[in-house]
Structures are given as structure tokens and as C-alpha cells.
């Protein structure tokens, strides 16, 4: 058996699997943040000539993939899966990206845990045999998201001061068994999470347990110490999800302040006017794809934990009195080099 | 290890929500209430100059009304349609959305957005999402009023 199952979330990547080539392809705003560097390609508006902000997020989509893509010298043909998921309904700009591959295609859904539940399931496959690379992808667009989750992007609602805001951008990665040395140890998947929040406009509450909680499967099961890792990022909880999250912890004897960090509260400067942070699959994919990718490749860092979080917000359900549950997968990153 | 997050922290839902309040950042209520107070009397005084003026020209009071509020819905959608409403009621808040400014601006911003879906599919039946529940609801309590009134 080549991942060996650790607990019930916890599995060892024993056969290596490598995060190998990333594309961050992000939106003007996320352009004016503090990772811009980071970015492969800023895009200066957010319809990019399309006719509307879904046909304009799966170019972003593919632009990733091609360029993840190019960087690795790979046609599409070279990869075993494209395993995709994105924010919106039918998880349509992930499933027309997929045309664009002709290799079989999984669509999967963890809301903005996309990143993560990608990796997760493509270094099972890979490391369990069944295939020598796999192209992953998920995008986020804070109009296309908007517009399917609240209000109409011109809508003149005033925001609350805990809101977030849904970051626009596109990540994706190619994951091989031979091309280090950034690996996949460890994958934790989590379960649904639900401590009653029903406030759409305040997710960050509702998936900081769900975070906390995979921290704590991926700590007792791996019996690693947060101390182990260089960085621990969450998704997108935001600054009051974060917090909770870290008192969350702290309940149960973790100390993780100094280590660990939000993607959403990494993704823009306070002068944004953001409100909470980030939210929406790219916080994690642009910041973990880009910033992170370059320190653990460069050894800058050597061992990461990233924790992408997911709400499973249904508006239908919200409005049917439902709570909001919520789910978050860990995967650890660790470059070889440094063992 | 397969344990509820209940059980994880030790934490029961009541509870958490209660953490969820503290750490919720406190809205600036004052710098609000006097934003959209200044706001929403600076809309009405412009109302009641339109009504000045229409009165002035011959109409009465209650016939002026009628421009007045035609106007104000240009301006909304107007507005809405530069982009500029949502940007000045990020600070007005209540001051811009509850006079029929907002009104206006719910039912241009629907109909702007769900343009890409056609006229008939998207501006047709999209435009009233927001205010179709005002326009309802308004029609069926003057209905049952105006029923009342002519009763009594």
C-alpha cells in the first residue's frame, strides 16, 4: 500500500507526489495587494473583453491551467486527470474549462476548500498508482460569485463590518510523482462542520470550526506538533474567523498564534476596504499557488500546513432556515531538500 | 479519532455563538445614524424643492408629488447605471436606500445584471428580485386598507 491511512482523516503520501508547476493568475485588486509579486499574470479588469464575468473567470481558468501547463513542458495529454471546482452553480466555469483538456475530468466541491480537496484527491490517486500526474484547478470571482450569492453587483446594500470579499482569481497546479521538491506528505480530509451560524454575510464564523477542527485530526492523527511547520494558513476565514479559530485551538491546548496566518487576511492591505478579508477559492489558490509554492520551492520555508476552508452556503437553504455547515482539508507541504 | 467538533472543543453551539458575538466587530452606529440621517434629509429637502417648484408652476401639492418621484427615480437609476450608487451608499447607507432612490436602484441594478441572459429571460423577469417583494406587499396592504376605509 502506498498511503497509509493514519486515524479517520489522516493519510500518509508514502509514494511521493510533488507539487510541480503552479499558474496564479489573479484580478486587479488582488494586483494591488501585498503577494502581487507572486502573481504569474495581474489582470487589469474584470471582464477581460468576455461578455460577461462567468465566460470571463474560465479565461482566467484556462490561463492557469496553461500556464501550469507550459512551465512544465506538458501537453494535456501527458496528465492522467484535470480535477477542478469552483464557486459557481454546476460548477460551470470548471466544467467548460474542462473542454479545453481532453483527459478525464472530475468536478469536485468543497466550496472555496477546492484547493485543498484537489490536492488531496489527486495525491491519493497518484500515490496509490493510479496515475503520474494530475492538473488541478480553481478559480474565484467576486462579481460571477456575487451575483449568484447575494445581490446584484450594482446593488447599493451597505456591507456589515464582519463581510468578506470574494477574491477574483485562478490557480492551478500540475502534481507528478517526479518532478520535486516541493511533496505532498500528509492529507487530512475533514468532515461537515455545523455549530448553528446562519449568517451569509459573516462565513468566516461558520468555517472556523470546521478549520480548527481539521487542524486537530491532522495534529493528533500525524502526531505532529503545530511547531513542526514553518507556516499554517487557512483559507479564507478572515480576521474574525481567524480568531475564533485560534481560541478554538487554544481550547483544546494548541498554541498556533505566532505560525499561523488567513489567506484572506493576507490576499489585500487593510486600505482596500475589505471589511474581514478575503474570501472565495482563490484566496487560498493565489496565496498558497503563488507565494507559498515560491518559498518552499526556493526553501525559503521548508514545511507548510494549508487548511482551505469551505462553507456548504446554499442560499436555498439559508432562506429555508438552515444553518450554514462548513468543511476544511489540510495538506501538508514539505520540501525534500531540507530533510 | 472521528469526533463532532461539539465534542473536539468542547463547545456547544449556544456557546459558540456567543464567542461568534464577542468577536464580532461593533458597526460605527453613530458615524451610521448620522450619515444616513444627513443623507436621507438631504434627499427629502431636494424632494421638497422639486415639489416648490413644480407647485409653482401651477401643479398642487399632491399633483407634484408625482414628478418629484419620477425624478428621483431617474436619478437613482441613473446613478446605478454610471456605477457611482453602490460607491455613495457604501457610507449613506439607509439615507439613500430607503427613500425611492433605493427603490430605483434595486430594480436597475437586477435588470443590468441579469442583461447577459437576454431581454426576455433576463431583464424581463429578473428586474423586480429585489423590490418585487416591496411591490407585493405595498399593492395587497393598500388593497386590504383601502377595503377597510371604504367599509368603515
Redesign the interface.
Known sequence: MSAAKN???TFSIEKPVYLSFTGAIAGPKEGKGPLAPDYDVVKQDLKLGQ??FEKAERMMMKEACDLALSKGNYRPEDLDYFIAGDLLNQITVSGYSALNYPIPFLGIYGACANLTQSMGLGALLISGGYGERALLATSSHNCSAE?QYR????????????AQWTVTGAGAAVITADVPPVRITTVTLG?L?????RDPA?LG?AMA??A??AM??HF??TGRDPSFYDAIVSGDLGQ?GK??AI??LF??GYNVGDIYNDCGTMIYYPHQ?VN?GGSGCAASALVVLGNLFRRLSQGEINRALVVATGAMHSPTACLQGDSIPALAYAVSLENETSQ | ??K???D????S??E??Q??EQ??????LGK?LLLAFLSGGFLALVGQLIINFFTGLGFTPSEAADPMVAIFIFLGALA??L?V??K???Y???G??IPVT?FA??I???A???K?EGLVTGVGSKMFV?AGSVIVFGVVTALIIGVISAII
Not at chain 1, 445581490?151 to 464582519?162: A, I, L, R, V
Not at chain 1, 462542520?193 to 451560524?197: P, T, V
Not at chain 2, 473536539?8 to 463547545?11: A, M, P, T, V
Open positions: 486515524g479517520a482523516h461578455k460577461s451575483r445581490y446584484p453587483t450594482e446593488y447599493g446594500f451597505q456591507k456589515p463590518c464582519h468532515e462542520a455545523d455549530l448553528g451560524m459573516c464564523t470550526p470546521a480548527a477542527a486537530v485530526y493528533e492523527e474574525v480568531e475564533l481560541d478554538l481550547r483544546r476596504q474581514s | 479519532m472521528s463532532k467538533v461539539e473536539i472543543f468542547e463547545i453551539s449556544d459558540y455563538q464567542m461568534v468577536k464580532k466587530p461593533r458597526p460605527p451610521n446605478t447605471g456605477g450608487f453602490d455613495i451608499s457604501h449613506t447607507g439607509a439613500t436606500a433605493g436602484n434595486s436597475t441594478s437586477a443590468l445584471e441579469f447577459k429585489l
